[in-house]
Each structure stands twice: as structure tokens, then as C-alpha cells.
């Protein structure tokens, strides 16, 4: 699998935003999104690290360049 650089956590949102997850809510340190079966918490970090977001990448349900053509 390829690495998916460190990305900043708003890149991250409008990216899951477009495959279609909503922000459900969002505190000082974490932001929770669903598509109404999962959910994904995206850490408030600039960079989001890269296994950190390949992690998320996959709870998601996306692969890697599904992903990196949505940012």
C-alpha cells in the first residue's frame, strides 16, 4: 500500500466530505465523521501523520488513491 503523505486535517475533512461523511461533531482535539454506518476521528494535528491517515483512509472504506485523487 502506498504511503499517503502528512496532509492537514481540514484537507483530510473536505476530502472525506466528498466520499460523502458528514461532521457529526467536533471538539478542541478531535473531529468525528459518519456516513451514517461508520465513523472516523480525524486528530486536529498539522500534518495528520501518515500511518494515522492511512488508518482513517481504511476505516473508511476507501484505498489509498481513491483517496489522494479526492484531496
Avoid: C, W
Wanted: charged share 20%; no cysteine; aromatic share 6%.
Amino acid at each position: 500500500m502506498p504511503k499517503i503523505p502528512g496532509i492537514n486535517h481540514l484537507q483530510a475533512v473536505k476530502a472525506l466530505e466528498k466520499a460523502g461523511f458528514t461532521v457529526v461533531r467536533q471538539g478542541r482535539k478531535h473531529i468525528v465523521m459518519s456516513d451514517g454506518i461508520r465513523f472516523l476521528t480525524i486528530p486536529r494535528h498539522n500534518p495528520v501523520n501518515a500511518y494515522t491517515m492511512g488508518g482513517i483512509v481504511r476505516d473508511a472504506g476507501l484505498s489509498v488513491e481513491e483517496f489522494l485523487k479526492l484531496v
